[in-house]
């Protein structure tokens, strides 16, 4: 795999997609369960209050993002050979990336800045 050919970039958005909207899943998730642990904890009745409709939200927007991913077939949690699939593609492509040269070997930039900025009005003679 070559980070340069343009090939490599087909359905990247698609897949930026689907990992934005996992990410995004995952912290309302983290989102839900601190707020639950937060309402175990207060002991003030505007507190818990608040809380409660956080947690509320919390859940509401996870069910959004859920359905969403299920929706766009993203996240299939009663499929779970599907899921391992699309788990399994997403592990493929990360070794993949992983084994790119994101950096070239010759590193030396001499002989790619061989004009000065004011060449054009002979300062290159000075």
């Known amino acids: 795999m070559d980070a340069l050919d343009p090939a490599n970039s ?6 930026a997609d689907m ?5 995004f899943l995952i912290r309302a ?7 639950a642990i937060a ?14 409709q956080q947690l509320h939200q919390g859940i509401e927007l996870h069910q959004e ?24 593609l997403s592990a493929n ?3 993949e990336i992983a084994k790119q040269q994101l ?5 030396r930039r001499k002989g790619l800045f061989d004009r000065t900025p004011d060449e054009h009005i002979g300062g290159d003679k000075a």
């Open 10 to 15: 087909l359905h990247m958005p698609e897949m």
């Open 19 to 23: 990992t934005f909207a996992m990410d």
């Open 29 to 35: 998730k983290e989102g839900v369960r601190n707020i």
């Open 39 to 52: 309402l175990t904890e207060t002991v003030s009745a505007d507190a818990r209050a608040l809380l409660k």
């Open 65 to 88: 993002i859920s359905e969403l991913m299920i929706r766009k077939k993203w996240f299939h949690p009663y499929e779970l050979q599907e899921q391992y699939q699309l788990d399994q």
């Open 93 to 95: 492509q990360t070794v």
């Open 103 to 107: 950096f070239p070997e010759d590193t």
